[in-house]
């Protein structure tokens, strides 16, 4: 016998699918992917925050991320490698509960829950149709090409004037902003919840990790929210100027008469 026909590999896969299919399985799996979803946001909020630095700190930041494609790219697709699975899981065991009890209750007012708990699956969908359109806006350039066409006077893709020209508009900034309130609401139960998912009972220690879910979910909201609403109160981005606002020549490197840094690099037919 080979060890391709080894009986034992059968048995691992069927008792890996198994346990994938097990309702304790697909939890665990699913706290686990949020957990990872956790950490990424709160290090990406580390990122975002540093708009509250100025433009040289924040491209710097994101050249050096660029810079690196052996780990950038892993990491993308580690990220949605995760997220897939997270929203998989969400949906398989969404159908699950609904086919082990087809019959609603005669009430849907629910005996110790959150609005939160209840309407995991809205917020969860909310979050997403609102990552489609963050990448759209600022990963691909797909619905502002001109913001995401700037250079700073270093020749660095601009992605401080970037945001701020994005946020500068009330709608846009508006939006992200509600977007992380729900954002806050997914969080303020998934955090407390995966714990019990991996296994916690201590009725003490559910309690510490629930509240410190709202903590998690509060922190993450707030750091992300501050950036748009520091745009539209003109802390962040006051020395970018306007697209519309002409201002004095720059050059091809991105230089005002008299060498002060100009910002964004505009060229002929446009922003470069």
């Given at each position: 016998?080979?060890?391709?026909?080894?009986?034992?590999?059968?048995?691992?896969?069927?008792?890996?699918?198994?346990?994938?299919?097990?309702?304790?399985?697909?939890?665990?799996?699913?706290?686990?992917?949020?957990?990872?979803?956790?950490?990424?946001?709160?290090?990406?909020?580390?990122?975002?925050?540093?708009?509250?630095?100025?433009?040289?700190?924040?491209?710097?930041?994101?050249?050096?991320?660029?810079?690196?494609?052996?780990?950038?790219?892993?990491?993308?697709?580690?990220?949605?490698?995760?997220?897939?699975?997270?929203?998989?899981?969400?949906?398989?065991?969404?159908?699950?509960?609904?086919?082990?009890?087809?019959?609603?209750?005669?009430?849907?007012?629910?005996?110790?829950?959150?609005?939160?708990?209840?309407h995991?699956?809205?917020t969860?969908?909310?979050?997403?149709?609102?990552?489609?359109?963050?990448?759209?806006?600022?990963?691909?350039?797909?619905?502002?090409?001109?913001?995401?066409?700037?250079?700073?006077?270093?020749?660095?893709?601009?992605?401080?004037?970037?945001?701020?020209?994005?946020?500068?508009?009330?709608?846009?900034?508006?939006?992200?902003?509600?977007?992380?309130?729900?954002?806050?609401?997914?969080?303020s139960?998934?955090?407390?919840?995966?714990?019990?998912?991996?296994?916690?009972?201590?009725?003490?220690?559910?309690d510490?990790?629930r509240?410190?879910?709202?903590?998690?979910?509060?922190?993450?909201?707030?750091?992300?929210?501050?950036?748009?609403?520091?745009?539209?109160?003109?802390?962040?981005?006051?020395?970018?100027?306007?697209?519309?606002?002409?201002?004095?020549?720059?050059?091809?490197?991105g230089?005002?008469?008299?060498?002060?840094?100009?910002?964004?690099?505009?060229?002929?037919?446009?922003?470069?």
């Amino acid at each position: 016998m080979t060890p391709d026909q080894s009986p034992e590999r059968p048995c691992l896969l069927a008792a890996a699918r198994g346990f994938v299919g097990s309702s304790v399985g697909a939890k665990a799996l699913m706290a686990l992917s949020g957990l990872g979803l956790i950490g990424f946001l709160v290090v990406h909020m580390g990122g975002n925050l540093q708009m509250h630095l100025g433009p040289e700190p924040m491209n710097a930041y994101a050249k050096a991320l660029k810079g690196q494609p052996l780990v950038l790219w892993p990491a993308r697709l580690g990220l949605l490698g995760m997220f897939l699975l997270h929203v998989g899981l969400a949906f398989h065991l969404n159908a699950k509960n609904a086919k082990a009890r087809p019959i609603a209750y005669a009430s849907d007012r629910a005996v110790a829950s959150t609005w939160a708990s209840r309407h995991m699956l809205l917020t969860g969908a909310l979050v997403l149709a609102f990552l489609g359109y963050h990448l759209a806006h600022f990963t691909l350039g797909l619905t502002h090409a001109d913001h995401f066409a700037l250079v700073d006077a270093q020749g660095r893709h601009d992605v401080y004037a970037m945001v701020v020209h994005g946020f500068r508009s009330p709608v846009v900034a508006g939006s992200y902003v509600l977007a992380m309130f729900v954002l806050a609401l997914h969080l303020s139960h998934g955090f407390g919840s995966l714990w019990r998912s991996l296994g916690t009972s201590s009725p003490a220690l559910v309690d510490a990790l629930r509240k410190a879910g709202i903590a998690v979910a509060l922190a993450i909201t707030l750091g992300f929210a501050t950036v748009p609403i520091g745009v539209v109160a003109g802390t962040i981005g006051r020395e970018v100027p306007r697209l519309d606002a002409g201002g004095p020549p720059v050059t091809e490197l991105g230089a005002a008469p008299g060498g002060r840094e100009a910002g964004p690099v505009r060229v002929a037919g446009g922003v470069r």
